[in-house]
Structures are given as structure tokens and as C-alpha cells.
């Protein structure tokens, strides 16, 4: 297992702001995408943005203009800025990457264990 560690969860008020992070770390070639999805209480979990080694990203439309994803390769981590948060924003952001281990083998997909947002006035 290639551990997906997350940071930078917790509590902030509607308009303010958090930065997550995600390292992966072990025996890793290289890692194709990396992401974070989200879900709230009750609901399922969705995209909420995506970015390929090359640097190209998607962002759920909820959160454009708001959230920024980017990603350091030579540290195999991934971060979420997120600005303006609002209260629809309160879930638990799991970290996604899909990963191989040796040049020939198939990328592999990994989760984190989730790291609590909560936007609460």
C-alpha cells in the first residue's frame, strides 16, 4: 500500500479560507492524476478537482473560481487552496492519485482516509 497522507482540514468560517494537502509516499515510478473528491453528510462523493502531471486541471463546477489545485511532482503532493468557502462546502475531502510502481506496470488507484472541512459561522 502507498500511503495517501492528508492535512489542512478543520474549521472555517463562510468566506474564509483552507489549504489541504496530500503526500503520497513509498515505492513510486510516477503518478498520473491526482485529486479531491468530496462528500457531505448523506450525499455521494463527487469530483471537486483533478491534475495530471503535465499540470492540466478540471474543476467541479461548484467550486471554479474558488478552489485552486496544484501539485509539486518531485514531492508526489497535491494541494487544494480553497477560498470563499461556503457552508455547502462542509464535507469530508478525500485525496485520490493514481500511482505505479515500476516502469511497466499499471497505474494503481489510491485513496487517502479523508480529512474533515467544516464552514460554520
Known amino acids: 500500500q502507498v500511503p495517501l497522507v492528508e492535512s489542512g482540514g478543520g474549521l472555517a468560517q463562510p468566506g474564509g479560507s483552507l489549504r489541504l494537502s496530500c503526500a503520497a509516499s513509498g515505492s513510486i515510478f510516477s503518478i498520473n492524476v491526482m485529486g479531491w473528491y468530496r462528500q457531505g453528510t448523506g450525499k455521494e462523493r463527487e469530483l471537486v478537482a483533478s491534475i495530471y502531471s503535465g499540470g492540466s486541471a478540471n474543476y467541479a463546477d461548484s467550486v471554479k473560481g474558488r478552489f485552486t489545485i496544484a501539485r509539486d511532482n518531485a514531492k508526489n503532493t497535491v494541494y487544494l487552496q480553497m477560498n470563499n468557502l461556503q457552508l455547502e462546502d462542509t464535507a469530508v475531502y478525500y485525496c485520490?492519485?493514481?500511482?505505479?510502481?515500476?516502469?511497466?506496470?499499471?497505474?494503481?488507484?489510491?485513496w487517502g482516509k479523508g480529512t474533515l472541512v467544516t464552514v460554520s459561522s
Open positions: 485520490n492519485a493514481e500511482i505505479n510502481h515500476s516502469p511497466y506496470a499499471q497505474y494503481i488507484n489510491y
